[in-house]
């Protein structure tokens, strides 16, 4: 029996301000095993909300969460916190957080997805299928007939919308990112 996910939640982690939970509107996580892992959440503006992040630039770590039926979670990515930016459009405003860190998958599992929708069958796999599925960088994919090393690891989500596309690892090797990186000193949340 799989357990439903229910809701993603976003949390602002911070060693001396401590922990504040958020509401976000979407998020998008790029994850890869020892390389760069990147997250960028969108927040409904509020003078609150940005007051609280401000807080919080210095040191802060962005972490996304899976929240089941039994309220029971699993972190699905946390990065160090690079840039925040707000918009304002004709009716709404937002907050846009991003950053990065580097993770490494030290244990790959086989994952077997029950609810792919989409296979690229090319030099370089590709599989679609919903979020109930958890797999990370570095673990053996298996989709029907298809079986592949994951290199990257995409998600995505919203209030109306999730997804996860899992590529194959020789195709994530030869994509290329330029970003700005900071560094800090604070362990793992």
């Known amino acids: 029996m799989s357990i439903t996910i229910i809701r993603y939640r976003f949390i602002l982690k911070h060693s001396s301000l401590g922990d504040v939970q958020i509401p976000i509107s979407s998020f998008s996580a790029r994850l890869r095993s020892g390389s760069p ?3 960028s959440v969108t927040i409904p503006y ?3 909300r940005l007051t609280k992040i401000n ?3 210095t040191g802060g ?3 996304v969460d899976k929240v089941y039926v039994d309220r029971s979670y699993r972190t699905l990515l946390w990065v160090n916190l690079d840039d925040i930016r707000w918009d304002d459009g004709p009716s709404s405003k937002t907050i846009t957080l991003s950053g990065n860190y580097t993770h490494t998958n030290s244990s790959p599992t086989t994952v077997t997805l029950q ?3 989409y296979i690229r069958h ?3 796999k590709l599989v679609r299928c919903s979020v109930r599925n958890d797999p990370k960088p570095a673990d053996t994919i298996v989709a029907g007939t298809v079986s592949f ?3 990257l690891v995409s998600v995505y989500a919203n209030s109306q919308n999730s997804q996860v596309e899992i590529t194959e690892v020789s195709t994530a090797a030869t994509t290329t990112t330029t970003v700005s ?3 800090t000193t604070q362990p793992p949340p």
């Open 149 to 151: 090393t994951a290199g």
């Open 115 to 117: 609810d792919y929708s």
């Open 181 to 183: 990186t900071t560094t």
């Open 122 to 124: 090319s030099d370089s």
């Open 61 to 63: 770590i962005l972490r």
């Open 46 to 48: 509020t003078a609150d």
């Open 55 to 57: 807080d919080r630039v």
């Open 37 to 39: 892992s990147y997250l």
